[in-house]
């Protein structure tokens, strides 16, 4: 930033306005305000925030440049929500005569945003007298500071929050994840209870039917025994009705033939 501030500006209108183009962000909104106090006091704060975040978005000289390239222009004017776009913003200067026709700037001032953003009669802007609101001006930066600070113990707080509430989710997470796995694991273990009691059933099913073929095939040989026993029994009686018979016939065969062997002799 330059050590003294200037309070004029030389040649014509034109002239002057490119030279203030060439201030620092700083003084290009030091100028504005002064100029046009009365009208815009109230907007001195959001003004100092226009030049820290051009600032910000000026890489190469930072707060000592003085315009930033298009694609910055646009993230700038994202940044604080305005519907403005740089090619709309030249055409209204050009046809407020603050630019040339074939003017072509290859940065965007801070000026050039404050002029269409206000809508300032950019002639009398040049021309103002400086320094008589300095001390206001002052004042003003030194509560965008305050707000600056504010701002950035309030982000530092809410970045400590997001921390804690993703390890708060991280927690509740794998808490989560345990009472899944455990849920599961119970789940599986009743699967596996079920199941044994099923096998248990099912073989004390088979045991059953086993018993109940083995007494039905007990029974079946019992049932096969007895009618062994029976026709044995039945067998003995029957050999011991036919002995009396047998003898008879044995008997009547022995007399047959005595009575055959005294013929054959007497023959």
Not at 85 to 112: C, D, F, Q
Not at 240 to 245: G, L, R, T
Request: charged share 35%; hydrophobic share 40%; aromatic share 8%.
């Amino acid at each position: 930033m330059s050590a003294q501030f200037p309070t004029t500006l030389n040649g014509t209108d034109n002239e002057k306005l490119t030279e203030l183009c060439g201030f620092p962000y700083h003084q290009q909104a030091v100028w504005f305000l002064n100029a046009f106090w009365n009208e815009h006091e109230g907007e001195a704060e959001k003004l100092w925030a226009f030049v820290d975040k051009c600032s910000e978005f000026d890489y190469e000289k930072h707060e000592e440049g003085c315009g930033l390239d298009e694609m910055n222009a646009h993230r700038f004017l994202e940044a604080f929500d305005e519907t403005m776009t740089v090619r709309e913003m030249r055409a209204n200067l050009r046809e407020s005569g603050a630019i040339g026709e074939k003017e072509r700037p290859k940065v965007v001032p801070l000026i050039h945003v404050l002029l269409f953003k206000y809508n300032v009669d950019w002639k009398r802007l040049v021309n103002s007298s400086q320094g008589d609101n300095a001390e206001k001006i002052a004042q003003a930066q030194d509560r965008l500071a305050q707000v600056k600070e504010a701002f950035k113990q309030s982000e530092e707080a809410a970045q400590q929050a997001k921390k804690a509430l993703a390890e708060a989710k991280q927690r509740e997470a794998e808490a989560k994840s345990r009472e899944e796995a455990a849920v599961a694991a119970a789940e599986e273990a009743k699967s596996r209870e079920e199941a044994a009691v099923a096998a248990a059933e099912e073989a004390k099913a088979k045991e059953e039917a086993a018993v109940s073929s083995a007494n039905e095939a007990k029974a079946k040989e019992e049932t096969a025994v007895a009618a062994a026993n029976e026709a044995a029994a039945r067998e003995a009686d029957a050999k011991e009705a036919e002995a009396p018979f047998k003898a008879a016939q044995e008997e009547l065969e022995a007399a047959l033939a005595e009575v055959k062997k005294q013929e054959d002799e007497y023959n």
